[in-house]
């Protein structure tokens, strides 16, 4: 309040043209963020030969569900949600538990191995073995072309789970181990009873950050999976831009280039339908805890 | 000597286990998982120095010495790898690195709050959307005639481009697509920064008649200085490796002059041709520049800005 006053008594004149230039440019940057998404949304319900001739940019024409009909009718894209459903949330609850098993004990400066582990688990964060070792590994073990490739491999990410240890000792008073210990409560309990339920911030954003990685990956199922049905959203999608792609590129040679052109353009359409259902769970996701985001991202938590 | 230390470490490790088993019991599958998916690749390292048979197994292939470097750096794209592999990231360096900080300096002045606010959460959208879907949609804005940004083209007088065929365009594509998808985000720890500084250093500023710029200049950015410092090591640990997915989802057979990397190289020969012990020795060459670059950005960082990593 009192900066803003000053301020105003003052009033500088290079201060009002910086306000004046920088509300302009964040304007500008706000139509920069979100007319691309609102492009696709408003493609994937307007008549798809008017998006392809330009005539729809700011608001939706010929409104038509077309699009969305025809996804449900694609049976490959319904497998493509299983699996990444299952991957998601099976994956998010591993990630997250593992991640407090390690963020939990290596929060605890009594407990002696602490050093020697944090050292062995950051290490990983700037060495590893590299694509084929690591394939080799996911083979051998056997998880080779199942979901499984898809959460194993990942289970612990070492940035997140230092996320929540920082969080474990900045923002948990330690003398409420001393208390609950006191009481009678063992480590198991008191972190069931007391440092979880006071982390629900930290567990909401480290949470969010697993799933979506999981929800947008693609590279694991291309390096680790090679059967159809088993295929996440990712890879079913970028299959039917591939052959939406080819589709196009076949329609110059054909002589019923009417009905070409028509399968072309049902697949555009699908293709921005397609886009908005798989972009769609995580972008309605993270406002929720967007609230949280500044105190889960911590340069403290990576520094050893 | 050795006898007897050795005893009494292993006593005071079985009294910490006594009093803290509930901890190494949770523990433990963090480092199984850690030795299994980490440890046992980088021993797999080795292959990079055999010649790999599936039925004699790492240990027991014949040794190759460095056969596999030096075919790779005679190979006849060797320069192209390294060239596309730096452009891209030395321009995402130059670019997506200080655009985030200006982005949050700028944010840290706007004073109407709900502008503030919106665009902030706005700006964080683009990096919930996966790479497929941001890759999906640059192919499809910039396809040739029907594309969008060919549209916006079209309607200021400009002919149309198959952007996504000219290999000159491609860095630019890349690192302006990253910065749209990352900006706001990595925004995030720097507004967090700029949040904790204390705020009579700016109303001293103001009494002393400092401008704006001039407070962004002398408070703001000493301020979060060691927080600049700090990610900008870290950006450098991973200057090599570039990711793969978006490189790999951008590229095809028009732009490929400049969109082969080692990433993707690694996987073609890897993956593709099964040619497992060329893959990894590769593989194992840019984790090593990326090694010397990190620790080299820490050293430095340590003796000119006294900030270091570790």
């Known amino acids: 309040m009192r900066k803003q006053r000053v301020n105003r008594v003052k009033g500088f004149k290079s201060d009002k043209i910086f306000d004046g230039v920088n509300v302009v440019v964040m304007l500008a940057l706000l139509v920069v963020f979100a007319w691309p998404l609102w492009f696709v949304l408003i493609a994937s319900i307007s008549d798809p030969i008017l998006v392809m001739s330009g005539k729809v940019l700011l608001i939706p024409k010929q409104l038509t569900l077309e699009g969305y009909e025809q996804m449900l009718k694609y049976k490959e894209l319904w497998t493509g949600y299983a699996n990444t459903i299952f991957v998601t949330v099976v994956g998010t609850v591993l990630n997250l538990i593992t991640s407090v098993c390690f963020a939990y004990p290596l929060a605890d400066k009594n407990f002696k191995p602490r050093r020697v582990l944090l050292l062995i688990f950051m290490f990983t964060m700037y060495f590893s073995g590299g694509l084929i070792p690591g394939y080799l590994v996911v083979k051998n073990v056997g998880l080779l072309n199942t979901r499984w490739a898809m959460i194993i491999p990942s289970l612990v990410s070492v940035y997140n789970s230092l996320v929540i240890r920082s969080y474990f000792i900045n923002s948990i008073p330690a003398e409420l181990e001393e208390a609950s210990l006191l009481d009678g409560a063992n480590s198991a309990q008191y972190l069931w009873r007391v440092v979880l339920p006071l982390s629900k911030p930290v567990l909401a954003v480290v949470g969010l950050y697993y799933a979506v990685s999981h929800w947008n990956d693609y590279y694991t199922a291309l390096i680790y999976v090679y059967k159809d049905e088993l295929y996440p959203l990712q890879t079913v999608l970028r299959n039917l831009l591939l052959s939406t792609q080819a589709l196009m590129n076949d329609t110059a040679g054909i002589v019923d280039a009417a009905a070409m052109e028509e399968a072309f353009n049902r697949a555009m359409t699908m293709k921005y339908s397609v886009i908005i259902v798989a972009a769609a769970p995580m972008l309605c996701l993270y406002p929720f805890v967007q609230k949280f985001f500044v105190k889960g991202v911590m340069v403290g938590a990576v520094k050893g | ?310």
């Open chain 2, 1 to 310: 000597m050795t006898s007897v230390k050795r005893e009494t470490l292993g006593r005071k490790f079985a009294k910490d286990f006594k009093r803290n088993w509930i901890k190494y019991i949770m523990i433990l599958p963090v480092l199984v998982y850690f030795i299994i998916f980490h440890y046992v690749p980088m021993y797999g390292i080795l292959l990079a120095f055999k010649d790999y048979k599936i039925k004699l197994g790492i240990l027991g292939s014949p040794w190759v010495g460095l056969k596999y470097f030096e075919r790779f750096f005679s190979t006849y794209n060797f320069w192209n790898l390294i060239q596309n592999t730096l452009t891209l990231s030395v321009y995402s360096l130059l670019v997506g690195f200080p655009i985030p900080i200006i982005f949050a300096l700028c944010l840290n002045y706007l004073r109407k709050r709900r502008l503030k606010k919106t665009v902030q959460m706005i700006s964080y959208a683009p990096h919930f959307i996966s790479t497929v879907v941001i890759c999906s949609m640059i192919t499809m804005f910039t396809t040739q005639n029907t594309g969008v940004f060919n549209v916006l083209r079209g309607l200021v007088g400009l002919e149309s481009i198959d952007f996504m065929a000219v290999p000159k365009l491609f860095k630019h594509i890349y690192v302006w697509s990253g910065v749209w998808q990352g900006m706001g985000w990595s925004a995030i720890i720097y507004v967090s920064a700029l949040a904790g500084v204390d705020p009579e250093l700016h109303e001293a500023a103001i009494m002393d008649g400092a401008t704006k710029i001039q407070r962004m200049r002398h408070i703001d950015i000493p301020s979060i200085k060691s927080t600049i410092i700090m990610l900008f090591i870290l950006r450098m640990g991973s200057l090599m490796s570039v990711g793969f997915e978006k490189v790999y989802l951008l590229q095809n057979s028009l732009n490929r002059p400049a969109s082969e990397i080692i990433s993707t190289y690694v996987y073609k020969v890897g993956l593709i041709d099964n040619d497992y012990g060329y893959s990894t020795a590769v593989g194992l060459f840019n984790t090593l520049i990326n090694v010397i670059l990190l620790v080299g950005a820490n050293v430095i960082s340590k003796k000119v800005a006294d900030e270091s990593l570790f």
